[in-house]
């Protein structure tokens, strides 16, 4: 199965275990180093391919920001900072996200989630003819693997340690969290909207500042998610 190749550029111990822990928690970013300066990481750039880069700003010898200048052929780029200054000029050299510290899984999931590249859909099973067959996904239902495709979900709902995933008049109850399955879903077809609701965004009937209706059922949209139908 094919990963996202990344590589964390940070200096803070506590930062960069962080992100490590992060990363080992979604299943198709495979994390190829970790470094504690740009110019240690300019090495290996050069050598190996890399999808992903997590890049601090604050970095000895070389500022984050400056390195993100030299390079000709940057991979995809997360900002990863506890100063908000320097976002625009982020977003002006293409930065996929600009993450400030200290920021939670469901954030570090929501930047990620950005990050269109095949390799990423291919982790999840979207058949290679996408002519022929619609994308899809297996889980594990009652001790079997059901093939659930993404045209079919309307939402998933968070059940303690399992999830409904509801498609039309069908659901499907799963061993997982949200979390997990959130990093499996393309997220230009699916928004996380609440702590325990992910929606499809083709699904979504009507919306306001407070819910989304999804077959005739109005899911609240969470505090920390206001800005997840902004750009619908």
């Known amino acids: ?19 490590k822990d992060y990363t080992s928690e979604v299943p198709y970013l495979d994390l190829l180093g970790t470094f504690k300066d740009a110019i240690l990481a ?39 900072t506890a100063y908000h200054q320097y976002a625009v000029e982020g977003f002006e050299l293409n930065v996929c996200d ?41 889980i594990n239902v009652q001790k079997k693997k059901v093939k659930i495709a993404f045209d079919d979900i309307a939402y998933i709902e968070s059940q303690k340690e399992y999830i409904k995933v ?25 928004r996380r909207i609440h702590r325990s609701f992910i929606v499809s965004l083709e699904k979504i009937e009507s919306y306001n500042a407070e819910m989304v209706e999804v077959q005739g059922l109005e899911i609240p949209i969470g505090r920390g998610y206001k800005e997840a139908l902004k750009d619908l």
Do not use: W
């Open 42 to 80: 300019t090495d290996f750039l050069r050598q190996n391919r890399v999808d992903l880069m997590f890049l601090d700003i604050h970095l000895p010898r070389l500022k984050g920001m400056a390195f993100l200048k030299t390079l000709k052929n940057p991979p995809e780029v997360i900002i990863t």
């Open 1 to 19: 199965m094919s990963k996202l190749r990344c590589i964390i550029i940070e200096d803070e111990p506590l930062a960069a275990k962080v992100l």
């Open 98 to 138: 600009y993450l400030l510290k200290p920021f939670d899984f469901e954030r570090f999931l929501m930047a990620i989630g950005k990050i269109k590249t095949p390799t990423v859909e291919t982790s999840v099973n979207i058949a290679p003819n996408m002519l022929e067959e619609k994308p899809y996904i297996f």
């Open 166 to 190: 509801v498609c039309g008049n069908k659901t499907y109850l799963s061993k997982m969290s949200t979390h997990e399955i959130e990093a499996l879903l393309p997220a230009h077809l699916f």
